[in-house]
């Protein structure tokens, strides 16, 4: 059975005081929301103040990313043994503004899921197809191959330890969120290409949807076979939409194996 999971990505966003208030404006409703499992992604100043605001909850602490090295000279970096220290439980890796923007290749990202998976955390992998790709029709094409790189490097099981996240990047921030139909052709196609090496790994991974997920779509989105929750940008910035959002995933059934 796979429960689901709603991971918040806070961005470059808030200050310490904003990011303590937000925490405790989630706490009380959420910990009443006990049918699903919730995270926080945090900028890296703020991850041990969060983490200690979450102290005693169920909602986990994550990061947004974390360096493709083990320690060393490597300025401004941040260990995954750094995060795991901060007491992360979850970590952001490869979402499309660290490709695009920070120009993180298909192998970067794949030696960050190897040190997310060496010091315990569970990697969020987010894959994803631009615009142009879409619409020239190589989505399962651009997602395979960001899938095949992790494989190569990490082998499927380690891929499958960790959560899949479908974040097509014409939806990130724009407002114009994929058709519960769209994000569950493309879920389909990583659970299907998992599969394809192992029934069972495939059967168990976590596929989240991101990209603009709202109050008012998650219901529908997390209706879908293979949507197991969502990675939310900047829904999860306001208290009452991330806790509709979280709610929406409580609602949802939870998907059982066959
Ligand atoms: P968005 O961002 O919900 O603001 O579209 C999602 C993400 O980038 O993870």
């Not at 990313?65 to 995060?83: N, P, R």
Request: proline share 3%; charged share 20%.
């Amino acid at each position: 059975m796979r429960v689901k999971l709603v991971a918040g990505n806070w961005k470059m966003n808030g200050t310490l005081a904003s990011s303590q208030a937000l925490v405790k404006a989630l706490l009380p409703p959420l910990s009443a929301l006990k049918r699903a499992r919730y995270a926080v992604c945090a900028p890296f100043p703020y991850l041990a103040a969060v983490g200690q605001a979450l102290r005693g909850s169920d909602v986990a602490l994550g990061a947004q990313d974390v360096s493709q090295f083990e320690d060393g000279a490597y300025t401004g970096g941040v260990s995954g043994a750094m995060l795991a220290d901060c007491g992360c439980r979850y970590l952001i890796v490869g979402h499309s503004e660290r490709r695009s923007v920070f120009g993180e290749s298909d192998d970067t990202v794949a030696l960050k899921v190897a040190q997310a998976l060496k010091h315990r955390l569970t990697p969020i992998l987010c894959v994803g197809e631009t615009l142009a790709e879409r619409e020239s029709g190589v989505t399962d094409e651009v997602v395979g191959r960001q899938l095949n790189a992790v494989i190569q490097r990490c082998g499927l099981a380690a891929l499958a330890q960790g959560v899949i996240a479908y974040e097509p990047v014409w939806a990130i921030g724009t407002g114009r969120t994929a058709t519960p139909q769209q994000a569950q052709a493309v879920h389909a196609f990583i659970r299907g290409r998992i599969g394809a090496g192992e029934r069972r790994l495939a059967d168990s991974l976590l596929i989240l949807y991101g990209g603009s997920v709202k109050a008012n779509n998650a219901a529908q989105l997390f209706a879908m076979a293979d949507v197991d929750g969502g990675l939310i940008g900047g829904a999860s910035l306001v208290a009452d939409e991330f806790v509709a959002i979280c709610s929406a995933a409580q609602g949802a059934k939870e998907t059982v194996k066959t």
